[in-house]
């Protein structure tokens, strides 16, 4: 069996564009006999942290990347370039915890910074943030190739002469792919001529979107539905060859007959490779305390001061209430994460940004109606506090709070400046095809008539 490391895989976070489920991808590599994997989606981390937990489980090693789009220019430029190329491909693998870090940093910025069709990045923010990387050239939408493709083979080996200064001669491969186009073959010559030039390595790798050579037509579909075209179009977004599976080792080796260095260079990337990405419980930002408390009697002090704001006759249930839920709380060691919640929901109510009642099982805490976090009487309605905070169920409480949309950025503005900006995260919520929506934009795509579809699709769940 040949020894070979998929070093560009793109997993269904590659949006619309690859459907390989990370697990699947793992159960794959587990089959062909792989011990190393990589995952490498387009412009984003969105993945990273479920494969690696999926590669620890099933004893693989996980490699962490990213295929970035890089600007030709400055990453602020967003105007001007429609004729030109907005963005090149570049793959980036992380060798240690310093390269991960500077993989997460690229991945932020470009959406932050560069976003212009695409999150891009630029020269100027790769080279601050190359530690710890390794670089590959990546497919023919990499700027080498393209170079190469516009028969600019002095400028190619150029800017392969850039990429080996900016990560150093051993951080950086020139990347061979054949899927059966020809222009990759014309693309991978020149390569060799380059490599022979300049003294570096070429690496083989297969752009993995689907796991088996059968999903090719489903991933043509969902690229169809991702860019709103229909399968019959000429000018659309195609893989022309059902040749972008998860490829063995062997199958590997046949795609590059007498260069078995190729399938090696794979290996030795992934021996460079070793991120560990520590995955602790929940780490909650410090609360301040006035001098003479600590935090559970500060949240004490204050619950029972606000009992007597919320009700104006406080009986012998409601104490022992607040006082069972405040053990909990403290024993469970969330008292902070009350503190914090509290504080920022004040701060809200104090400048005027329109606050939520409460929804979710929040609402079932008369600590948090006391704070003014929920604005739901639990006791009137009868609402459970176990189903918020239980203590034979240890888990992270989740208030869910709205704000009012147009100034929920001064309430972040206000958390990232009081417990900082590595302390601060927006939270992205990926929206799914249920069954019926999957039959309605499939039949569409391949222009199905619509009551068919929808005769169909409500048969569905």
Known sequence: MTEFVHLHTHSDYSLLDAISSIPRMVEKALRVGMTQLALTDHGNMFGAVKF?????????????????????????????????????????????????????????????????????????LLAEHKEGLICLSACLAGEIPSLILQEKPEEAASRAGFFMELFGKDNFYLEVQDHGIPEQKTVNRELVEIAKRLGLKLAA????????????????????????????????????????????????????????????ATVEIAEKCDVAIPLPGPELPHYDVPQGFTLDTYLESIAMQALTDRYDNVTTIMMERLKYELDVINSMGFTGY????????????????????????????????????????????????????????????DFDIDFCFERRGEVIEYVTQKYGKDRVAQIITFGTLKARAVIRDVARVLDLPYEEADGIAKLGP
């Open 52 to 124: 690696y937990k999926a590669c620890r489980a099933a004893g693989i090693k996980p490699i962490i990347g990213s295929e970035f789009y890089v600007s030709p220019g400055s990453r602020f430029v967003k105007s001007g370039v429609e004729k030109t190329a907005k963005y090149h491909h570049l793959l980036l693998l992380a060798k240690n915890t310093a390269g991960y870090r500077n993989l997460l940093e690229l991945s932020s910025r470009s959406y932050t910074e560069g976003f212009y069709y695409r999150p891009r990045i630029d020269l100027e």
């Open 205 to 264: 790798t297969n752009d993995v979107h689907y796991i088996e050579r059968d999903e090719a037509r489903a991933q043509d579909i969902a690229i169809c539905i991702g860019t709103n075209k229909k399968i019959h179009e000429d000018k659309r977004l195609k893989f022309e060859h059902p040749e972008f599976f998860f490829k063995t080792g062997d199958e590997m080796a046949a795609v590059f007959p007498g260069h078995p260095e190729f399938c090696a």
């Open 338 to 397: 009350f503190l914090i919640v509290w504080d920022f929901i004040s701060f809200a109510k104090k400048h005027g940004i329109p606050v939520g009642p409460g929804r979710g099982s929040g609402a079932g805490s008369l600590t948090a109606y006391c704070l003014g976090i929920t604005d739901i009487d639990p006791l009137k309605y009868g609402l459970l506090f176990e189903r918020f905070l239980n203590p034979e169920r240890v888990s992270m409480p």
